[in-house]
């Protein structure tokens, strides 16, 4: 093969590449996000080990839609309010790069408090039905067995919480009353996340990134990436393409 053949060999490879990351950027930036879940702030409904695609046009755009959080513009494009009980990822308003996911409790101008373990919104009691207790290996290998509710917030929407007892350390709140343009964030695993009921607090609609639609792979840590022969063992087959409720 001459020099020149080589050489337009080489720029076609390097244009291909190119292309290939500019895709990846735009499906990342607008469209969808894979993130993973390390912590267990909300089991049930995600595990560690989950991985999912967040959906990154359900609130609109802002500066932290990109990579790095590098465009510098302030507020959203296309804004559209989170519901009421989404799972969603947003950047920790403190440093505005760490990611959380929690679910939406409050919405702007909303009053929230826990009294005993119990949510209140707007005055109102929240609805929770006891369902079977839930049992779970935390990250350390211990088994631990949590009381788990359906818990039913306004408007009908109703997902799975666990709690260890009603007089942990965020069982008692003052009544936090949600300013606008920000929104109220809990884990569903309620004794064992930090959340906007502490050091979390409100959570301004610009640091929204995205929707928790669905899970697109599950391991349960006990393969490392190395350890191929375990991964069929590890790997959990069920928790595949299922939708984040």
Avoid at 2 to 20: C, D, H, I, N, P
Avoid at 21 to 29: N, P
């Amino acid at each position: 093969m001459s020099a020149s053949k080589k050489q337009e060999g080489f720029w076609e490879t390097l244009r291909t590449m190119v292309y290939a990351i500019l895709v990846a950027l735009v499906i990342r930036t607008f469209l969808f996000e894979p993130f993973n879940i390390p912590s267990g702030s909300m089991i049930p409904t995600l595990l560690v080990g989950d991985y999912l695609f967040v959906s990154k046009f359900s609130y609109g755009y802002s500066k932290h839609s990109f990579p790095f959080s590098f465009v510098p513009f302030s507020g959203r494009v296309f804004e559209s309010q989170p519901k009421r009980g989404d799972v969603v990822v947003f950047k920790l308003p403190r440093d505005n790069k760490t990611d959380y996911i929690k679910r939406v409790i409050g919405l702007p101008g909303d009053k929230v408090r826990v009294t005993d373990g119990r949510l209140f919104i707007n005055g109102d009691l929240i609805e929770r039905q006891k369902i079977d207790d839930y049992v779970y290996r935390e990250t350390g290998g211990s088994l631990l067995r949590s009381l788990q509710y359906k818990e039913t917030l306004p408007g009908g929407k109703t997902h799975p919480i666990l709690e260890d007892g009603d007089n942990r350390m965020y069982d008692n709140t003052q009544e936090f009353e949600v300013p606008q343009g920000h929104y109220f964030m809990m884990g569903d695993n309620r004794d064992h996340s930090l959340d906007s009921r502490a050091d979390v607090g409100y959570v301004p609609a610009e640091n929204l990134v995205g929707r928790a639609e669905f899970l697109f792979f599950s391991t349960d840590g006990t393969a490392a990436i190395w350890q191929v022969w375990r991964w069929p063992l590890a790997t959990r087959f069920s928790r595949f393409f299922t939708g984040i409720h």
